[in-house]
């Protein structure tokens, strides 16, 4: 079976196509180098070339708190055209399997934790990401849509916060922990024992290694198979606040730590319940701490590579 990755270049999809080319599977990674996804008639077009039989959407647009808030606008119509495209595509090339990737903050901003799967659409979201979560629902809704009513053997998988090697460490769209990894970092290089963080550090968050996620994923690609979607993640969480000392103790610096509250913390909480991901038998191996110091190494060797802004749609 052929496997199209899409979005093959970004922190997920190169993630895929390594354990992919590991296990010595056929696939063939397409990025926003090689496609725009916006232009449906050239999505449809490549479909038509590769013939596909199973097809992972590892493509969005993504960015922390403060991008989604920022660009609402963007985060909502891009995500919506693309998937469009990407699911209208599979569906006229007669993609046998699609695997939609959504996310954790599709889940009510209240969702008891860790959240259940059927917590969707029970309760208002997180403000500061409405518009990213509101496109993902309607990804999730389009492939149940194909699945009722094509019979169409497709998928959807909710991811928690990632993150790895060839991460966005951009201060202005990041996520949190890649964010607080460039700011220790530049912080020790500049030797300034004051560093800045968002918020109270007393949310907590769950963290998953890009590698550990590409092998749940591909073990689900294999395995599973439902209209409702499914959890990957870890099943720990921990504080803000412990993260930071995570990555500061990491970096072998000294730190004054300065927590600008006047910046919102976003959701208290956001667990993912990942029983139905165990009752399929995979289970995460890679530990935050040795998941950190892989990432942490990584950015001090490829710093000069990632000062600038990263691909949001690779």
């Given at each position: ?13 190169s993630a895929i196509c390594r354990k992919l080319l590991d296990d010595g599977r056929e696939f063939i990674g397409v990025s926003r180098a090689d496609l725009d996804l916006m232009n449906l008639e050239a999505t449809q077009s490549i ?237 995460p191996s890679i530990s935050l701490e040795v998941g950190l110091r892989n990432t942490f190494e990584w950015f001090q060797k490829n710093y000069h590579n990632t000062r600038l802004n990263v691909s949001m749609n690779s």
């Amino acid at each position: 079976m052929t496997i199209l990755v899409l979005g093959c270049k970004g922190l997920v999809g190169s993630a895929i196509c390594r354990k992919l080319l590991d296990d010595g599977r056929e696939f063939i990674g397409v990025s926003r180098a090689d496609l725009d996804l916006m232009n449906l008639e050239a999505t449809q077009s490549i479909f038509k070339k590769i013939k596909p039989r199973s097809v992972i959407g590892a493509a969005a647009k993504v960015g922390g708190m403060v991008a989604n808030k920022t660009y609402p606008v963007e985060f909502l119509v891009d995500n919506l055209t693309l998937q469009n495209n990407m699911l209208k595509a599979a569906f006229d090339n007669e993609v046998n399997r699609f695997v939609f990737l959504g996310s954790s903050c599709i889940y009510p901003a209240l969702a008891s934790q860790p959240i259940s799967e059927d917590s969707l659409l029970t309760g208002v979201l997180e403000k500061t990401n409405e518009a990213y979560a509101i496109a993902k629902i309607a990804g999730v809704k389009l492939i149940q849509s194909f699945r009722n009513e094509y019979k169409k053997n497709w998928i959807s998988v909710m991811p928690t916060n990632l993150y790895g090697p060839g991460d966005n460490f951009d201060l202005n769209n990041s996520h949190v922990l890649a964010a607080f990894i460039r700011k220790f970092y530049e912080a020790k290089i500049s030797n300034s024992n004051q560093i800045e963080l968002w918020g109270t550090g007393k949310p907590r968050r769950e963290f998953m290694h890009v590698d550990d996620f590409a092998s749940a994923l591909l073990h689900v690609h294999d395995n599973y198979n439902s209209d409702e979607p499914i959890n990957i993640g870890t099943g720990n969480d921990i504080t803000i606040l412990e993260l930071a000392g995570m990555v500061s103790e990491i970096s072998n610096y000294k730190f004054e730590i300065y927590w600008n509250k006047s910046i919102p913390d976003g959701t208290f909480q956001k667990l993912l319940d990942i029983k139905k991901l165990k009752l399929l038998g995979w289970e995460p191996s890679i530990s935050l701490e040795v998941g950190l110091r892989n990432t942490f190494e990584w950015f001090q060797k490829n710093y000069h590579n990632t000062r600038l802004n990263v691909s949001m749609n690779s």
